[in-house]
């Protein structure tokens, strides 16, 4: 081995606190832990001949390098160089040792990427960071440095601002000298870190899709958003008070009677996802909220049937971007949390002080987040199985399980319907633990779920704040204490609980209803001045790409977009709408941007001509979306001024034609047994002289409507003799074989079950033969 004869470098606790400062940017706790580190024993660190920090660590007698004994920077840019930054904007480092390798990746990515760097050794960080000016680079590229294999919630916090790099592809970077060091955890950072890679890109592509839906609900719910109260009073008013979420996993059963207890409600801020709302009533219980934010209209279907005073003392919590079906159903008080850019679309004449709800990716992140918002402490989880509990799906009596009760029978039960509903997603399941250390089954989007509490929980508890998660099922949660419901009631129960009411469902006076329609006229019309500008500009700049090399001509063209662009710019409201839908658009301009920002050798005209193809692109998306904004509008007006809202997307449409449609009844008979599968003549009379199959023919022949009648057996002649004069008409067909019988049988299990019965055997099976059908 060759042996480094450089000088030793010494520890410097100045350069250790302005790397320190650089990296608590966008990574606090690593930060934090690098600073209460004692440093790292059996370090030895000198200077390379290339200028470069180099050095060992030693552990139980084995000598092991951080890098090139004389090359360490060239050694650190080489392997910087083999990263293929242009299609992955994320680089995931395992490894940071002494660091030379990702400040050369750095210095290629700058701004355009984002390096995630996975260094579990907090010592020798201490040691590194003493030693090395690594701050400049830092703090001039997106840099997160990630010290825990298995804690997701801080991975997912280091993502949170750079989500949009994340999507744009992510490379993982083996840095060799470390590979032995890390041993298994690298392996465990890189599957965790998967997961939440792929939480990241669901919760993007979601918001990217669902944009026009968001905006669409924002519309429809402007009315509601001007009259209810919004939750800014409630801020704090629960302060130190214990709060219990309850979500409608599969253990809430576990523990839902422990709710009902006397006295519960009065010293718990209860707060519930509207999927279990009528679950609680129907116990009892009643919370004090319930939140939503979903933009299906299914979700009215959580309040059917639900009166007034059903509701007494529930408040509904929801988001203006729920679907407005929502709000015109829940019958109690609701109120409204802010939205800025609903905000922005009613402008000052609308402006109040709402207060604002942490945004969630689902109802239940939505009620942990008003509790925070409360001021309670702890919040006790109930029902947060995110995974599926037992090989269940829903919690017990869920509206599902009625909706599934005529498909049960001895061979089709709950408990396999529920085993069905998970393994349809078998592609997407993943293993993992349970608050009982037993494997247990999840999927992809509780996974994301996952990601995103763990985040929000760890971030809790560094502002000294406790969650307890008493779901008595699901997988383990960090960040959380674990206890049975029962014994949090027991521990954490105060003072009684006093909240501020909403007093009921806010109602619009005409005259307000006039001005909010007057407000909406005059965004429409801001929508539809982008438009225009849009498409004026986009013919600008496909002159403009002819021009390029004539400055002249080129510059005049320039000064006119730009006063195109001012125009546009004065739209402020109707802009930010078209923005918020043009999302995708957005995503793809930063993409053209970094493309040309990391491409070189490219001539100065070169560059332009791709900025001016990339701007003639992104201005067709706007006024696409422009349009498309103002056809929202166009609906919210007529909506709020009396007609319907627009709560799910438009039917496809549908086709009337002149063309007859022929309908045929189909009769399967079996002369010789009976439904029960005994013995029985079938020509034998059974009323007024006629047997079975006559009366049925007899029955059939009064319609007006019927075609024809198809009769299958498997003796046509003999059963056309038992139909005798009122089968003239019909059509007798051959159908016998081993098949038949069979699902005769798998029938008779199930006869009082739609489907379900053996071989998933059906109703139709009795009267659909593919080959007759043909």
């Known amino acids: 081995m060759t042996t480094n004869t450089g000088a030793e470098r010494p520890a410097d606790p100045a350069l250790l606190s302005r790397n320190l400062a650089a990296i608590a940017r966008r990574s606090p706790i690593a930060a934090r832990a690098i600073a209460a580190s004692p440093g790292r024993e059996g370090a030895a660190f000198l200077q390379a001949p290339d200028g470069g920090l180099t050095g060992t660590i030693t552990d139980a007698g084995v000598m092991r390098r951080l890098g090139s004994a004389h090359r360490p920077i060239e050694e650190g840019k080489r392997l910087a160089d083999t990263v293929a930054i242009e299609g992955n904007a994320a680089s995931v480092v395992q490894g940071f040792g002494l660091g030379h390798h990702c400040r050369a990746l750095a210095e290629r990515l700058r701004f355009t990427?984002?390096?995630?760097?996975?260094?579990?050794?907090?010592?020798?960080?201490?040691?590194?960071?003493?030693?090395?000016?690594?701050?400049?680079?830092?703090?001039?590229?997106?840099?997160?440095?990630?010290?825990?294999?298995?804690?997701?919630?801080?991975?997912?916090?280091?993502?949170?601002?750079?989500?949009?790099?994340?999507?744009?592809?992510?490379?993982?970077?083996?840095?060799?000298?470390?590979?032995?060091r890390l041993g298994d955890s690298a392996d465990r950072f890189a599957a965790r870190l998967a997961e939440v890679v792929r939480s990241v890109r669901t919760t993007v592509m979601t918001t990217m899709v669902q944009s026009p839906i968001t905006l669409r609900n924002l519309v429809m719910n402007?009315?509601?958003?001007?009259?209810?109260?919004?939750?800014?009073?409630?801020?704090?008013?629960?302060?130190?008070?214990?709060?219990?979420?309850?979500?409608?996993?599969?253990?809430?059963?576990?523990?839902?009677?422990?709710?009902?207890?006397?006295?519960?409600?009065?010293?718990f801020v209860i707060i519930a996802v509207q999927t279990?709302?009528?679950?609680?009533?129907?116990?009892?219980?009643?919370?004090?909220?319930?939140?939503?934010?979903?933009?299906?209209?299914?979700?009215?279907?959580?309040?059917?049937?639900?009166?007034?005073?059903?509701?007494?003392?529930?408040?509904?919590?929801?988001?203006?971007?729920?679907?407005?079906?929502?709000?015109?159903?829940?019958?109690?008080?609701?109120?409204?949390?802010?939205?800025?850019?609903?905000?922005?679309?009613?402008?000052?004449g609308f402006a109040r002080e709402r207060g604002e709800i942490t945004p969630g990716a689902t109802v239940a992140h939505m009620a942990?987040?008003?509790?925070?918002?409360?001021?309670?402490?702890?919040?006790?989880?109930?029902?947060?199985?995110?995974?599926?509990?037992?090989?269940?799906?829903?919690?017990?009596?869920?509206?599902?399980?009625?909706?599934?009760?005529?498909?049960?029978?001895?061979?089709?039960?709950?408990?396999?319907?529920?085993?069905?509903?998970?393994?349809?997603?078998?592609?997407?399941?993943?293993?993992?633990?349970?608050?009982?250390?037993?494997?247990?089954?999840?999927?992809?989007?509780?996974?994301?779920?996952?990601?995103?509490?763990?985040?929000?929980?760890?971030?809790?508890?560094?502002?000294?704040?406790?969650v307890v998660d008493?779901?008595?099922?699901?997988?383990?949660?960090?960040?959380?204490?674990?206890?049975?419901?029962?014994?949090?009631?027991?521990?954490?129960?105060?003072?009684?609980?006093?909240?501020?009411?909403?007093r009921g469902k806010g109602v619009l006076a005409e005259a307000t209803r006039e001005k909010?329609?007057?407000?909406?006229?005059?965004?429409?019309?801001e929508t539809g001045r982008i438009e225009v500008l849009s498409d004026q500009t986009a013919a600008l700049l496909d002159r403009l790409s002819q021009v390029l090399d004539e400055p002249r001509k080129a510059n005049k063209i320039i000064g006119e977009v730009y006063e195109l662009r001012d125009q546009v710019h004065a739209c402020a409201a109707g802009l930010a709408l078209v923005q918020f839908v043009n999302q995708t658009g957005a995503l793809n301009r930063f993409k053209a941007d970094r493309a040309i920002e990391l491409e070189d050798g490219l001539s100065e005209l070169e560059k332009q001509k791709r900025r001016v193809a990339r701007d003639t692109t992104n201005v067709r998306w706007i006024a696409e979306a422009a349009r498309h904004v103002g056809e929202l509008l166009d609906r919210g007006i007529e909506a709020h001024r009396g007609g319907t809202k627009l709560t799910r997307e438009r039917a496809a449409g549908v086709e009337v034609t002149r063309?007859?449609?022929?309908?045929?009844?189909?009769?399967?008979?079996?002369?010789?047994?009976?439904?029960?599968?005994?013995?029985?003549?079938?020509?034998?009379?059974?009323?007024?002289?006629?047997?079975?199959?006559?009366?049925?023919?007899?029955?059939?022949?009064?319609?007006?409507?019927?075609?024809?009648?198809?009769?299958?057996?498997?003796?046509?002649?003999?059963?056309?003799?038992?139909?005798?004069?009122?089968?003239?008409?019909?059509?007798?067909?051959?159908?016998?074989?081993?098949?038949?019988?069979?699902?005769?049988?798998?029938?008779?299990?199930?006869?009082?079950?739609?489907?379900?019965?053996?071989?998933?055997?059906?109703?139709?099976?009795?009267?659909?033969?593919?080959?007759?059908?043909r």
């Open 113 to 180: 990427g984002v390096i995630f760097a996975f260094e579990p050794d907090i010592g020798l960080l201490r040691e590194v960071l003493s030693r090395v000016d690594h701050s400049d680079w830092i703090v001039r590229t997106n840099f997160v440095l990630l010290t825990d294999a298995d804690d997701a919630g801080a991975i997912a916090a280091g993502m949170c601002g750079v989500e949009g790099l994340v999507v744009l592809g992510t490379r993982l970077v083996e840095h060799p000298a470390s590979k032995a």
């Open 222 to 267: 402007a009315d509601y958003y001007a009259a209810c109260p919004g939750i800014a009073d409630l801020s704090g008013a629960a302060k130190g008070k214990p709060s219990i979420v309850v979500a409608a996993g599969p253990s809430l059963h576990r523990n839902i009677e422990e709710l009902s207890r006397p006295g519960v409600r009065d010293k």
């Open 276 to 348: 279990v709302l009528k679950t609680l009533l129907e116990r009892g219980i009643r919370p004090h909220f319930v939140t939503a934010l979903d933009h299906a209209d299914l979700s009215k279907r959580f309040y059917e049937g639900l009166g007034e005073e059903d509701v007494e003392g529930v408040t509904l919590v929801v988001e203006a971007k729920a679907n407005a079906s929502i709000l015109e159903a829940f019958p109690g008080e609701v109120r409204v949390a802010g939205e800025p850019l609903l905000d922005t679309m009613l402008g000052a």
């Open 368 to 466: 942990y987040y008003l509790a925070r918002h409360l001021g309670c402490d702890p919040v006790v989880l109930v029902g947060q199985d995110l995974g599926f509990t037992d090989g269940q799906y829903y919690h017990a009596h869920a509206a599902i399980h009625q909706v599934w009760s005529n498909e049960l029978n001895d061979f089709n039960t709950l408990e396999m319907l529920e085993w069905q509903r998970i393994v349809r997603s078998r592609s997407m399941l993943h293993r993992a633990t349970d608050v009982l250390g037993r494997p247990i089954y999840t999927d992809e989007q509780m996974t994301t779920y996952l990601a995103q509490f763990e985040r929000d929980f760890l971030h809790d508890a560094q502002r000294g704040l406790s």
């Open 470 to 502: 008493a779901t008595e099922g699901g997988v383990r949660k960090r960040h959380t204490g674990v206890m049975t419901l029962r014994a949090a009631i027991e521990k954490f129960a105060g003072g009684t609980v006093e909240l501020p009411r909403a």
């Open 516 to 525: 909010l329609v007057s407000r909406l006229r005059e965004v429409r019309q």
């Open 659 to 773: 063309e007859a449609v022929r309908v045929v009844a189909h009769v399967h008979v079996d002369a010789a047994r009976g439904g029960l599968g005994t013995a029985r003549d079938l020509a034998m009379p059974i009323a007024g002289g006629k047997n079975a199959l006559q009366l049925t023919l007899a029955r059939l022949a009064r319609s007006r409507r019927l075609d024809g009648v198809v009769i299958t057996s498997d003796d046509p002649d003999r059963t056309r003799a038992i139909a005798g004069s009122e089968g003239q008409n019909a059509t007798f067909v051959k159908a016998s074989g081993p098949a038949r019988r069979l699902v005769e049988v798998a029938r008779l299990t199930a006869r009082r079950s739609w489907r379900g019965g053996l071989g998933n055997a059906s109703v139709f099976d009795e009267v659909f033969d593919p080959a007759i059908a």
